[in-house]
């Protein structure tokens, strides 16, 4: 241990480890000098080292034998309590869960500043929460695994939008909003991969019933159809409005009943066929 250098550490997540553990008076019974501050230097371990051996000095008066002491205790509790990176890989690697278990856990309760967090944030965001928790690694991992299994149980299901285009996951997001418009207050993403990610995790998320689910699906599907029908509409197709006599218009209906096809696909198909017809007639065309 060097003199007025107690601690000396590059890992960010000891670093806020040691920070916690001096806070709690009642675990350490330190008296601080000052408080950390940690909306401004939690991510610099410079500066976290810097306030640890700071305050360290004033309250045991720089007598290291008394900090060498208490830093062993402080470095054995860090090793039982900060759960391997490794042990988060099923949260890592799968973003779907892992906007799941960030809103099971802490939604808009833990964010630091106003932005919506990306998979990143939200991931670092539940690391760090688990490092916080005053648990034995041993209570941490039951807990994580605890987790994972409501996932298993409760969560893991197809994924309704998996195959869409960024087109339709934009499309199928502002038809949302206008369905639930608290959707906005649980997730805001601010890019179109997470806005496919938080449609996602609306439907698993708050739409909290098989039923709920299921009128949501039926709705979304329903728009997403008259969404294409207008694309395609649009593309090679020409909207013509004419009169239609009531008995035509009940034979139309019946025969495209019969055909098991759109409006639209059938009339294409009658004037397709009707055209060939007479193209086949020597002398019509």
């Known amino acids: 241990m060097n003199r007025y250098n107690y601690v000396s550490e590059r890992d960010v997540r000891k670093c806020q480890f ?108 539940l690391v760090e929460h688990f490092d916080s928790l005053n648990e034995s690694g041993n209570q941490k991992r039951k807990l994580l695994n605890k987790f994972r299994g409501d996932w298993q149980r409760k969560g893991n ?56 689910k299921e009128l949501f699906l039926r709705k979304i599907k329903s728009a997403l159809s008259s969404y294409k029908h207008r694309i395609k509409a649009g593309k090679g197709n020409i909207n013509k409005k004419f009169l239609l006599s009531l008995k035509n218009n009940e034979k139309l209906d019946e025969m495209i009943m019969h055909a098991g096809i759109k409006r639209d696909d059938f009339i294409n198909r009658l004037i397709a066929e009707e055209y060939e017809r007479r193209k086949s007639i020597k002398g019509q065309y």
């Not at 640890?52 to 830093?71: A, P, S």
């Not at 805001?188 to 739409?207: A, H, Q």
């Open 157 to 212: 299901t197809p994924d309704p939008f998996v195959s869409e285009s960024t087109e339709v996951i934009n499309y199928l997001w502002r038809y949302s909003i206008k369905l639930h418009a608290n959707i906005t207050r649980n997730f805001s993403p601010i890019s179109d991969g997470d806005r496919k990610i938080c449609l996602t995790g609306f439907y698993d998320c708050i739409l909290d019933t098989p039923e709920k």
């Open 18 to 125: 040691y920070v916690r553990y001096m806070e709690r008076k009642a675990r350490t019974e330190i008296r601080l000098l000052h408080d950390f501050e940690w909306l401004d230097k939690s991510g610099n371990v410079e500066e976290m080292c810097y306030w640890i051996n700071k305050e360290l000095g004033y309250y045991f008066r720089k007598d290291e034998k008394d900090i060498e002491e208490f830093v062993t205790r402080m470095t054995a509790a860090c090793n039982d309590e900060i759960l391997p990176l490794v042990e988060f890989d099923w949260v890592k690697h799968d973003s779907r869960i892992c906007l799941w278990l960030w809103h099971q856990i802490i939604r808009y309760s833990y964010r630091r500043g106003d932005a919506f967090p990306e998979h990143r944030g939200r991931f670092e965001a």
